[in-house]
């Protein structure tokens, strides 16, 4: 009896012995992995919104995953980026050759995936009488050129890639002085606009679509401006609104593509959220907050007899 007794508090000890082990082995925050540890992501400003809450479902789905999202202006995330401040950035452009090239000169090959359409919205206050305005007047307003009908065009930041998308289309180096202004955020836009009936704000349609609390109200008192697109381009034959359905049908002039750019160079959780808000949950998200997923979600119909 007292042999059969020893083998018995053996067995229960290497058993405890054993599972001890395996919760000190079990994945925690600081173990580094696709879908556990810890990562900081920067944030195109413009798009901040639904990142914002593609980490909160991802961290909320894989517990021991940490991802701190750094929101800035375009150019501050690039120039953050190559400075080593982050492994993930969700940006509107992908990497250029030289920024390329710098990365693989410290042996990290960089991993860019589109995973969706984001379409740039044209807002002014809800009591202004005009609900359209054509590319060729924004061209010309960002010339400096005059438009009777708007008095002021407002953009979020002076570094934003708004700011470089509107600068492209026009072909001018800089804003002009003439009733183009950059303010200090996409709140302020919304708030200017609200404050002055003449005016357009210029800013991304997941902030009219996903508004923070204490934008709602300033929301409720602006409209989306239909935009006619150039001669000869898609979009030519009307005045379209940033919808999902213009967006699919490259109706809408304004659109951009997102991308997520990882270079942690190993395989570490920055890569798990990358292929996260490619995969079917981040593309739902994607779908609901109003912009065009990349590939979209099915939908399954279930039919009854």
Same mark, same amino acid.
């Given at each position: +009896? ?5 083998? %018995? ?35 195109? *400003?413009? &798009? ?6 593609? =980490?909160?479902?991802? @961290? ?5 995953? @940490?991802?701190?999202? +750094?929101?800035?202006?375009?150019? *501050? &995330? ?8 982050? !492994? ?53 307003? +960002? ?5 009777? #009908?708007?008095?002021?065009? &407002? ?7 708004? %700011? ?15 009733? %183009? ?10 708030? /200017?606009?609200? *404050?002055?009936? !003449? ?9 009219? +679509? ?7 109200? /300033? %929301? ?19 005045? /379209? #609104? ?24 190993? *395989?570490? &959780? ?9 995969? @079917? ?6 779908? #609901? ?12 119909? =279930?039919?009854?007899?």
């Amino acid at each position: +009896m007292k042999n059969i007794r020893v083998i %018995v508090y053996i067995v229960c000890a290497s058993t405890w012995t054993v599972f001890l082990g395996a919760c000190n082995n079990a994945p925690t925050k600081d173990t580094q992995g696709i879908l556990t540890g810890r990562a900081k992501v920067l944030v195109d *400003e413009t &798009v901040a919104p639904i990142i914002e809450d593609q =980490i909160d479902v991802f @961290e909320s789905s894989y517990t021991n995953a @940490e991802l701190t999202m +750094m929101a800035k202006p375009e150019n *501050e &995330v690039f120039s953050a980026l190559l400075r080593d401040s982050a !492994q993930l950035a969700i940006t509107t452009r992908e990497l250029t050759e030289k920024e390329t090239e710098f990365f693989k000169s410290k042996t990290i090959y960089p991993r860019t995936v589109r995973f969706a359409t984001d379409a740039i919205a044209v807002i002014t206050n809800k009591s202004n009488p005009d609900s359209t305005i054509s590319v060729d007047e924004i061209i010309q307003i +960002m010339k400096g050129k005059p438009v009777a #009908k708007v008095k002021a065009v &407002v953009f979020d930041n002076a570094n934003s890639s708004t %700011v470089t998308y509107f600068r492209k289309l026009a072909g001018v180096d800089k804003l002009s002085d003439r009733g %183009v202004y950059a303010l200090k955020g996409n709140g302020e836009i919304l708030k /200017y606009v609200n *404050e002055n009936p !003449q005016s357009i704000g210029i800013l991304g349609i997941n902030w009219i +679509m996903q508004p923070q609390s204490a934008l709602v109200s /300033y %929301v409720e008192n602006i409209k989306v401006l239909g935009v006619k697109n150039q001669k000869g381009k898609p979009g030519d034959d009307g005045y /379209y #609104k940033p919808t999902q359905s213009n967006l699919a049908l490259n109706l809408y002039p304004f659109t951009r593509s997102l991308y997520s750019i990882n270079v942690q160079g190993k *395989e570490a &959780v920055g890569m798990g959220f990358s292929s996260f808000l490619h995969g @079917e949950r981040g593309q739902r998200l994607i779908l #609901k907050s109003g912009l065009l997923p990349d590939s979209i979600p099915p939908r399954e119909i =279930i039919v009854r007899n």
